[in-house]
């Protein structure tokens, strides 16, 4: 008993497998899902493909879907959060206490927060990256494929870490960025905390690693006559973002780690006593998570001006401005975080600085939707599903830009701060913004990568829900926070006459949960059909950049012979006989082969995470030297590669052009 | 493309009907909201104070500068993508991609309205520093909050009374908060009366209140602190200056002393406190509280001196030094 008492450390108990009936929902579902992924798998004899090609390839494309797949899986927890939270606060008014308490509530919110930032936007967002980046470049693969294929199990391991929350232990109840001295351990000693560090800690040092992969391959890959004022401004807004991940998650990895330290060795960073100042905290963690709001956003800008320039048939109005915006948000976006706590009495200097500052932000944001508007303004546009995710983002976005102007009046946000105002906010913004965008470029790069479309009116009748389920959920949010509710309640006074609009809240969630349904409806469907959505052409939408040049889906090398442009939208003019993008002869060229110590590294950082929550500082020691050992092998592998010879990759282009 | 076997069997609606169904389902949602929200006369757009009349207002012209930019936008998007869908027989410009003009024109407009937005938030983020005294031609009246676990502890150090959960003030005379935590961080709002600021411990911050009419307002904790967080509620009872006076004097002569006991009987977490009073014997019960946070040896002072000067200092219930300046990193 000892010795296992040794092994298993004092923090490990039995108590932490049972909270109660809801909560063992959320393990049921947790463990039946796992399940049926293993059963499924073994049933159709899945496993050896599913390692071959997948798990450890190093194609771009591939890594794309895998994250877009995670992302999936956690925007269902996510909006299943959603959906308790918006239950809970529809029913619990006076002495009806709903069906969660606080505790729990708590750490569905702070669950659903912390999933949908770290493990949905980013997910999607590191997805499109990867789906459509090196195509858009003329590249074959971006310029560190194992190191991609690392970042991808990181941001797994994080994945598998806050899902297992749900199994043993619990996570935290402290808000999404779990502000001390709330999340030191005085105030939560359980490992609820410790499960949100670790799970995003490891997820953001992927974050970090994929920022250094794509601007190498943004600014080594680019494909010959593709200078950087040529590149599609999707590529641009990548650049951007990649820039602020860069030199933004290092501090996210810094205050992690310091209230790691804070938390296993008794140090006092940012408790209230012994020196220890929670404001630092809040400062570094907001210098992080403003620029994060911009690294979520900007791909989306990105994937707006490929769509309004497709669909409209018409070059990108005004691309230097474009590029200047991005770059302007981009450089603002790190001389605005003191703006998350005005109301921590800076005075009126900081404030006012930082106001302003903020609100100068929403100058190259205004001009990027004059930009596209303009684009649409003598174009023949085509009203595809698209299309319509963009219309529903400039109707949203808009009073979401509206409302955060708003608050970054000081004076303003002293009344609104923390209030459901803000929340309804944010959601205006990610989702009208964000999630619409990354929908968007989903269902316009599908073809490219599986060889078929996304069925159109399914597509545009999920986007018709979730614009009106949007309204619906979010509207009377905003009046809510007009009438002095703050976030996060789990309970409210029956007399301050809350409930009816959070039962009409309640409502438009139910809308945007059928046009979730939607959607899977339509991936199904689409899938089901996929003989008569098939893209024969490569080119469904008459696109204007290099990856609709190459048959769909792309294939592994993405272009047999690489391609030379001569200006931007080169595809477009190539089509036009303006030029030609593929001349010269073919060349040898290498792939990388697979490989696992992606898979490898993944499974030593879940088990760091782990040890690390419930210490196990044994377990730990194991989990680092296994990522070193992996690591060391893995560099005394001299035989990495494939090559294609020139004769091959001609042999390989006739092949697919005569299945075309 | 998409072969006619892959589609719903549903016929395709005309776009006039589109519009139709997306303007009515608009108009019923507006209607029930208006319907819902009806009466409902308790938030920050009705006011009660001076300082969240001067909020509300600048919040209606910051919307209103707002509207300047929205629907234009709107106007423009619907306009466009109605004339210029596919089949249209309008002029088609598809290498036309950019106009020196029309972009100065909107990085022009933008950064107009920022700029004259930018010149209020200036003004207004002094002249609405929840730290600056009201002007009024009486003395502020002085009060203590505390945020402790899960509940508001008020002290009025020169009534020498404390109460929970309930805060009384004379209406038409400035009250000056100073507020502190003996706990996780919260926020002090009372959202008819002025905007809120955190209560964090070993710290102070200031929040200057005034409130035009006699009522009962709601107040509040916006930032989560805990499992009683939902609870962290408290009464604003504004009253004339002779009620108030009176209810000083009943709390002074009626209720228990808030000694040491009492105090750490009190800072014990608990949920939905029912209302009580005190009188205060210690003139420095507010003080104690913060310095609760502050370093306990010297030694620990002397390392940290360098660093964090004004950290080491004693902040007393006089002290208007924002928070985020004793900052030593910053």
């Not at chain 2, 009907?17 to 909201?33: D, E, G, Q, R, S």
């Not at chain 2, 710290?203 to 989560?224: C, F, Q, R």
Request: hydrophobic share 50%; net charge positive; with cysteine.
């Amino acid at each position: 008993m000892n010795l296992l008492a040794s092994i298993l450390g004092d923090r490990m108990s039995w108590d932490y497998f049972w909270h109660g009936w809801v909560q063992f929902g959320g393990q049921a579902a947790t463990i039946g899902g796992a399940l049926a992924v293993v059963a499924g798998l073994t049933y159709f004899k899945k496993w050896g493909y599913i390692w071959r090609e997948w798990l450890t390839s190093l194609d771009a494309k591939k890594i794309g879907v895998m994250y877009t797949v995670v992302a999936v899986v956690m925007l269902l927890r996510g909006f299943g959060d959603a959906v308790m939270m918006r239950l809970q606060q529809m029913l619990a008014s006076g002495d009806s206490k709903g069906f969660l308490d606080a505790e729990h509530f708590q750490q569905v919110f702070t669950a659903h927060g912390t999933i949908m930032i770290f493990f949905v936007a980013m997910g999607l967002m590191f997805g499109l990256i990867n789906l459509v980046l090196p195509l858009m470049l003329g590249a074959r693969d971006v310029a560190f494929p194992l190191l991609n294929s690392i970042s991808f199990y990181l941001y797994l391991a994080g994945f598998v870490l806050v899902n297992l929350s749900l199994v043993y232990g619990e996570f935290g109840a402290v808000g999404w960025l779990a502000y001390p001295p709330l999340s030191e351990l005085q105030f939560s000693p359980g490992p609820g905390v410790d499960y949100w560090l670790w799970s995003i800690q490891i997820a953001g040092i992927g974050s970090t690693l994929s920022a250094i992969n794509f601007i190498v391959t943004i600014l080594r890959m680019r494909c010959k006559g593709m200078t950087l004022m040529r590149m599609p401004v999707f590529a641009w807004s990548i650049f951007a973002t990649m820039i602020l991940t860069l030199a933004a998650f290092p501090m996210l990895t810094g205050s992690l780690f310091m209230l790691s330290l804070d938390r296993m060795m008794g140090m006092h960073y940012f408790t209230s006593e012994l020196g220890g100042n929670a404001m630092m905290y809040i400062n570094l963690i907001w210098a992080w998570g403003h620029p994060e709001v911009y690294i979520l956003v900007l791909p989306a800008f990105g994937i707006y001006s490929e769509v309004v320039a497709t669909f409209a048939r018409k070059k990108l109005f005004g691309y230097t401005s474009m590029v200047w915006a991005l770059m302007a948000i981009a450089l603002f976006s790190y001389l605005v975080w003191a703006h998350h706590f005005f109301t921590m009495g800076a005075g009126g200097n900081v404030n006012a600085f930082f106001g302003i500052m903020t609100m100068i932000i929403a100058i190259p944001t205004g001009v990027k939707v004059f930009n596209w508007l303009f684009t649409l303004y003598k174009g023949r546009i085509r009203f595809d599903a698209p299309m319509w995710w963009f219309v529903a983002f400039v109707t949203t976005f808009l009073i979401g830009g509206a409302t955060g102007v708003m608050l970054a009046v000081p004076a303003i946000d002293f009344q609104v701060h923390n209030s459901l105002f803000l929340v309804a906010h944010f959601h205006n913004t990610i989702i009208g913004g964000v999630v619409f965008g990354y929908f968007a470029g989903l269902t316009y790069w599908f073809p490219k990568i599986f060889g078929f479309k996304l069925h159109e009116r399914l597509g545009k009748l999920a986007a018709s829900l979730w614009i009106a389920g949007f309204f619906m959920a979010f509207i009377p949010i905003y009046i809510l926070g007009f009438l002095g509710a703050t976030r996060r309640l789990e309970k409210f006074d029956p007399s301050y006459g809350w409930q009816p609009l959070f039962i009409a809240s309640a409502i438009g969630t139910a809308v945007i949960g059928l046009a979730v349904a939607t959607q899977l409806v339509q991936l199904g469907y689409s899938i089901w059909k996929r003989k008569q959505l098939q893209d024969k052409t490569g080119d469904p939408w008459n696109g204007r950049t290099l990856e609709w040049s190459v048959p769909s889906p792309a294939p592994e090398y993405n272009f047999a012979r690489l391609p030379v442009v001569h200006s931007r939208d080169a595809w477009w003019h190539a089509k036009q006989g303006q030029a030609n993008i593929y001349e010269g002869a073919y060349r040898d060229f290498e792939l990388p082969k697979n490989t696992g110590t992606g898979v490898a590294i993944g499974i030593a950082a879940t088990i760091f995470g782990f040890a690390a929550i419930w210490h196990l500082w044994w377990l730990c020691v194991v989990a680092v030297t296994m990522v070193v050992w992996v690591l060391v092998r893995r560099m005394m592998n001299e035989d990495t590669e494939v090559l294609v010879t020139a004769a091959q990759a001609r042999k390989l282009d006739a092949t697919r052009k005569a299945a075309a | 493309m998409v072969k006619r076997a892959a589609r719903l069997r549903l016929p395709p609606l005309p776009r006039w009907a589109v519009v139709c169904i997306w303007v009515a389902v608009t108009a019923i949602f507006a209607a029930i909201l208006y319907r819902l929200t009806k009466g409902m006369n308790h938030g920050i757009l009705n006011p009660k104070g001076e300082i969240a009349e001067r909020q509300r207002n600048l919040l209606a012209f910051a919307a209103a500068l707002s509207l300047l930019v929205i629907v234009p936008v709107y106007a423009m998007l619907f306009a466009f993508v109605w004339r210029y869908r596919e089949g249209h027989k309008r002029s088609y410009k598809p290498n036309w991609d950019t106009h020196k003009v029309y972009e100065t024109i909107w990085w022009g407009i933008p950064i107009i309205i920022i700029g004259i937005l930018a010149a209020v938030t200036w003004v207004t983020s002094h002249s609405l520093d929840p730290y600056k005294p009201l002007a009024s031609s009486k003395s502020p009246v002085q009060i203590q909050a505390v945020a402790m676990n899960w509940k508001w502890l008020f002290i009025y150090p020169e009534q020498n009374i404390a109460s929970v959960n309930e805060v009384v003030i004379p209406t038409n005379t400035p009250v000056e908060f100073t507020i502190t935590s003996d706990g996780p961080m919260n926020s002090f709002w009372i959202p008819q009366l002025a905007g809120q600021i955190y209560a964090m411990s070993g710290m102070s911050t200031k929040l200057h209140i005034n409130a035009y009419d006699v009522g009962s307002y709601k107040g509040l904790s916006s930032n989560i602190s805990g499992t009683g967080f939902s609870d962290m509620k408290f009464a604003v009872r504004a009253m004339h200056q002779t009620d108030y006076e009176q209810w000083i004097s009943t709390a002074y002569a009626s209720h228990d002393a808030l000694n040491e006991t009492v105090y750490s009987q009190l800072r014990k977490p608990s949920i939905n406190n029912p209302v009580a009073l005190y009188r205060v014997i210690s003139s420095d019960l507010y003080d104690t509280i913060i310095a609760r946070y502050m370093h306990p040896d010297s030694s620990q002072v002397k390392t940290t001196e360098e660093n964090q000067p004004s950290q080491t200092k004693l902040p007393t219930s006089q002290d208007t030094d924002h928070p985020m300046h004793d900052m030593g990193g910053m």
